[in-house]
Structures are given as C-alpha cells and as structure tokens.
C-alpha cells in the first residue's frame, strides 16, 4: 500500500522528534528546565517545518545530518541493557515529573513513586471526595464549614481535589517573538479562551489568538519609544490601555490595532503600571515612578480633577475590588496604600496605608471580595521581593460622613467592609449605633458626601504566607478564577526559581498543589483564561509558555 505524502512527512518528523528525546537526557543534567523548554520547541518547531511541503529527499538529509551532530555531540545511544542506558532511566524516573507536581503525602492513593504521573480511575477520585467530606465534618467547632451550594459547586466542579483539578499536560505553546527583552505582563482576554496578549520591554504589545491551530500572533502594537511596564484589557475586550517607561499610556483598538489616542504623564515619569476602573471603562489609573497614581479620563485624556495622590515611592501595582469603590497601590518602598474611589467623579480618597516590609517593592497585588465559599473573607494577594507570596485578610474599614441629622449632630461614622454594600451607621459623639441595625445605602450617596477615614480601624492582617524565590524581579501572581467552584481555593504565582508555582490558601501545611518547570529565566507574570483550561506565563528571557490542563 503507498504511503501519501502526508504521512512521509509525518513519519519524519516523528523520527526528528524521537531522536532529540532520546539525546535530550544527556542534555544539561543540572538544568532540566531547559531541558523540557529545549524538547518541547523542537517539537513545535517541527510540527510547523512538517507543513510547508519541503521535498522529501531534503527532510532525509536533514534527519541524517541531525543524527550525526547529535551522535558527534554526545556519543553513539547506548542500548537498553547498558550501564549508561541503566543510570539514565534511574536518573528520569528520580526527577520529579515536570508537567504535575502532586504533595503525595497528603493524598492516600498515593501508592507508586514520588514524581510519577499515575492513572487514577473515576471511583477513586468520588473516593477521595468522600474522605474530603469526612475531613470537613471532623473540624473542631469554630471552624468554617462547607455550605450546601458548595457542595453543589464542588458537583459541577467533578468534586475532584485541587491536585487534580490544577494538573497539567504540558505546554500548548510557546511564543518567542520577543525574545531577549523581558514580557513583564500576560493577559489573557476577559471571559475569552484563546485571546492572549502580551507587553515587552522591546516597546511592543503582542496580540496572539490560539484557535485555531496553529496558534498565531495576529499583530504587534507598536509606537511606545521605550518598553511596555503594564496593559490592561477593557471589559468588552474592544480597547486595550498601555503605560510605557516613555512617559505616555497609549489607547488602542484591538480589532485593527490602530492606536486611537496616546496621552502623556501629567508629571512627566515614566508609567510603570495600569487598570481600568471595573465599571466605568471610561476611568483608567495610572501609576508614576514619582510617586503619583492618577485617574485618566481616556475619552478625553486628561487627569480627573481630585483624581490624584502621593505614595512614598514608585508605584509598581495597582488593582480594583470587584465592585471597583476601593482602589489598592504598591510601591517600591514597601507600602500598600487603600483608596475610596468616587465612580461618579473619579475622585480618590486615601484610606489606610500597609507596610508590608520596609524596603521591599510591592511587584503585584490582586484583590478578591471572597477567597472561597467555605472562607467568604475580602483577601488581597501581594508579592513583594521577600521571597514569600503573601494573603492578607481584609478588616473593616471606618470612615466619617459628613451630613446634616436631626437630632442636630453633622457626623456619623460609617463601617463596612471592602464592597461596601452594607454599612452600621453611629454617632460620633456618643459611639452608640442610630438606627440598631445594618442600614443599605447607596455607595454614591456615601462617597458624594465629605469622607474622612478614622485610623484606629480599618487594616490588612495577614492570614499566612507561601514560599517562593523573588528578591529583586517584578513578580506577579493571581487568583485562579473558578476557585468558587472548587473544593479549596488555589492561587498561582511567578518566581525567579523559573517555575510557576499553585497553592492552596486554605491547607494548613504543604499547601503547594502543583509547579510547572519549562521556563529558563525568572518567571515574571501568569494568567489563567476564563474556564482554566489554558495557564499563560512569561519570563524574563521574553518567553512565553501557554500550559494547557489536563482533561478529566
């Protein structure tokens, strides 16, 4: 039977393939991550050399001339029963599986090696979900238990646990067009599965699309003089916002890649990072590296009036709460400063302010209203270069309301939480509450009216920390998006270790869930895609790695 030309080139590559694995153990023996990064572009770069039709005769000269380089280069292959062959399979079955890293010690079914992927049947994960269960029931009193809607969540979850839920089958891609210039920022699309987009150091914005196959980079922004510090997606994915070390935030149309506006610093520093207000789109903030974080009308370019504010340093990071009425920035000095933000006029008030370390810059902050259903508390989400990821819980804030009462008093004291929906309202003068009762006010209402915050309360704490390696790269981390739909809560994380590192917030000991080695420079920034299928992460050799999760 003869064999269509589709197939010669399939069986070729598939010889290419085979012999750079089967070399690719002697590769770099104390650097595995380059190791995995090395096989895994070959493997793609081969997949897209097999497309373009290349005669067959060259594709045979040039597995022949690959063949010798590599026989040159390490050796003739040893045979299976050799001692090299012997001593290598010890060496691979030793070294910890790198797509999925399980705490086997924590999990019962853990019965063959550590490191080896095992196959696990659909009864023993509704086992393991069983003796979740009884884990849960068996809390001392006090501790938070799981509410029926959990459960039903964990049922469209595939009540599986986190380990499994956060396991992966390795790299779906890797882009490298910005190779040798750092990506500090990944962003997949809001609610997209395959729009990706990513800033570089180069000055330049890549928008990327991963369906269909092969996944495409579909433009390059250019027109910043100097490197992209951060971008942000608006929320119907029609613009994109960029801040740039050249002093100017940049508006973009992300369909045609026209840049519709450019819009210099009001101080005249370079930009360091962005976000769009979560329910107006039409408010951006910008932080400075003098100090200053602004709020930017985009359609018309200019600074709010009563939109701006002093830090005491470079501001690195900033993120809304959902609702978008607190605003929370970090700077290089260590500190976290809160904001009220006014949706109505953009106007900030400052709040409270947090340090987390003196000395050590705050990289990245993600704010969550509630890390799980079994722990609904506000949480924020730091990095800063302590060589720790830190959670923080979020305490109730008071503030001072000025407005006329009857009983002829001016000031009431306000306390609420982060999304301000409900509030206790009590005279200052006498601390005793007006109306006994949480009363619901509109948060506009609240925020029109002279603000001032009362100091003794109203405050970050920290719930615990996670170790990771950052001491001097602008490392991010984020909230995985479905964590309310599964049992647990995870968060991921970059790290100069050049992994990407998942944790569960809410285990008590050896709360890493998994870590993905690929990269071969610090890993700068990750993002997840709306239903966590795909994991996006840069580095700071400008790679990025897409990572697609294992299918239950």
Excluded at 367 to 374: F, L, N
Excluded at 452 to 465: A, F, H, I, M, P
Excluded at 491 to 499: A, L, N
Aim: charged share 20%.
């Amino acid at each position: 039977m003869a064999i269509s030309e589709t197939g010669r080139r399939t069986c070729l590559m598939r010889q290419a393939a085979w012999a750079c694995r089967r070399y690719n153990a002697y590769r770099t023996p104390t650097f595995p991550q380059f190791r995995t990064q090395y096989i895994r572009r070959r493997s793609q770069l081969l997949r897209e050399n097999a497309k373009a039709g290349h005669p067959p005769a060259l594709r045979r000269q040039y597995l022949r001339l690959r063949g010798q380089l590599l026989g040159q280069r390490y050796g003739p292959l040893s045979e299976p029963g050799s001692a090299r062959a012997y001593s290598n399979s010890i060496v691979r079955s030793s070294r910890t599986t790198l797509d999925r890293m399980e705490d086997f010690e924590d999990d019962p079914r853990a019965l063959g090696a550590r490191g080896h992927r095992r196959s696990v049947s659909r009864g023993s994960y509704q086992l393991q979900a069983q003796m979740n269960r009884a884990v849960y029931e068996d809390r001392p009193p006090g501790s938070v238990v799981p509410t029926s809607v959990a459960e039903a969540s964990r049922a469209m979850a595939g009540d599986t646990s986190l380990s499994e839920n956060y396991a992966f089958a390795g790299m779906y891609h890797v882009f490298d067009q910005h190779v040798d210039e750092a990506v500090p920022r990944v962003r997949f699309a809001n609610d997209d599965r395959h729009r990706l987009a990513c800033c570089s150091l180069d000055g330049s914005i890549s928008l990327c699309q991963l369906v269909p196959a092969p996944p495409t980079v579909l433009r390059v922004l250019r027109g910043h003089t100097r490197g992209v510090s951060d971008f942000a997606w608006s929320l119907s994915n029609d613009i994109l916002v960029s801040t740039s070390l050249d002093a100017t935030m940049r508006i973009w149309a992300s369909e045609d890649g026209r840049c519709i506006r450019e819009i210099p610093d009001p101080s005249g520093a370079e930009l360091l990072c962005c976000t769009f207000q979560p329910v107006n789109n039409n408010l951006t903030v910008v932080g400075n590296a003098k100090q200053n974080v602004h709020v930017v009308n985009i359609s018309t370019g200019k600074k709010v009036k009563g939109g701006s504010s002093k830090l005491t340093g470079r501001v690195l990071a900033l993120s809304f709460d959902a609702p978008g009425r607190l605003l929370w920035a970090g700077d290089d000095r260590g500190s976290v400063f809160s904001f009220l933000f006014d949706m109505a006029t953009g106007k900030l008030t400052k709040a409270k302010r947090l340090v987390v370390h003196e000395g050590s810059p705050v990289t990245s902050i993600s704010a969550r209203s509630w890390v799980s259903r079994e722990a609904r508390d506000p949480s924020l989400l730091i990095n800063a270069c302590l060589n720790k990821l830190l959670l923080y819980r979020l305490t109730r804030l008071r503030v001072e309301i000025q407005f006329p009462h009857d009983d002829g008093s001016d000031n009431i004291s306000c306390s609420s939480n982060s999304d301000c929906s409900s509030k206790h309202l009590y005279h200052t003068r006498c601390g005793q509450a007006l109306f006994g009762s949480t009363f619901h006010v509109s948060p506009c209402l609240i925020l029109s009216q002279p603000v001032r915050v009362v100091d003794n309360e109203g405050t970050l704490q920290l719930k615990r920390s996670f170790p990771i390696e950052q001491s001097s790269h602008p490392v991010r981390s984020i909230f995985c998006p479905l964590m309310s739909f599964r049992q647990g809560a995870c968060v991921v994380t970059g790290s100069e270790d050049m992994c990407v590192h998942f944790f569960d917030v809410e285990r008590a000991a050896k709360a890493a869930v998994n870590k993905l080695q690929g990269h071969s420079a610090p890993v700068l920034d990750v993002s997840f895609n709306c239903d966590e299928s795909l994991l996006a992460s840069s580095d700071a050799s400008g790679m990025v790695i897409v990572w697609r999760r294992e299918q239950k």
